[in-house]
């Protein structure tokens, strides 16, 4: 699955060249130039990584950082700096100089991303920290219990999939008593009132009777 790099900021004629280095080397990169369309999309997709531009005094970065940090704490953020020495008031993981060489831009994301992966599933609009039990979906943030967020973390490494009642139960539970499926019912129910947008539809967690579940990814892949 590709890399989304969310930059916030103002391109340049050496940026735009990084960009497209980036693009070839697997990574999808989205620009925007402020605030409000960066929490747009923040809101509808889960980048690995966004990019602020602290060099650009309309981007809003004090603002961003800080809604990242309250909202969307699993997303780091990597500061374009003019020099070493970064503002102190923004949240913030790590920075890097605007005029740094493609390879240490490079060496720098796929640190950040490397670290991020290691505790974060992806999947479409969905993002799931492993470690704090965070769950961001197009309905919002919510903190899962841990079994919740075992349940959802099965149905993430299985996009697509119909996962049966008992392997669920297995694999979440370890149990081989699968008879009575009450307490996967409960979980799914409530999952489903953490995750789901809306009250008449569902759009991730799917039911296939008699058999199981399915999440779906939304939103869907692009087909080329």
């Known amino acids: 699955m590709a890399s989304q790099i969310l930059f916030v900021g103002k391109s340049d004629s050496r940026l735009e060249r990084t960009w497209t280095r980036l693009q070839a080397k697997g990574h999808r990169v989205t620009t925007v130039r402020s605030r409000k369309p960066a929490l747009e999309i923040i ?10 531009d602290t060099t650009v005094p309309r981007t809003g970065a004090e603002k961003l ?3 990242l940090r309250r909202y969307r704490p699993e997303i780091p953020i990597l500061l374009l700096i003019e020099d070493d020495h970064p503002p102190l008031r923004l949240p913030h993981d790590d920075i890097l100089s605007k005029a740094a060489s493609f390879r240490r831009f490079h060496d720098k994301l796929s640190q950040m991303m490397q670290e991020r992966s290691a505790q974060t599933l992806n999947v479409g609009s969905l993002s799931l920290d492993m470690t704090s039990h965070t769950v961001h979906s197009l309905k ?4 899962l219990c841990p079994k919740e967020a075992s349940l959802l973390a099965e149905f993430m490494n299985h996009p697509g999939e119909v996962l049966g009642h008992e392997s669920l139960m297995r694999k979440v539970w370890k149990t081989e008593y699968v008879e009575d499926l009450g307490t996967l019912w409960t979980h799914i129910c409530s999952l489903r009132q953490k995750i789901e947008p809306y009250t008449n539809r569902r759009v991730y967690l799917h039911t296939v009777r008699g058999i199981g579940y399915r999440l779906d990814v939304w939103p869907p892949p692009v087909r080329k």
């Open 43 to 52: 809101n509808t997709t889960s980048p690995h990584v966004v990019i602020v």
């Open 65 to 67: 950082c800080r809604q």
């Open 140 to 143: 919002g943030t919510s903190k």
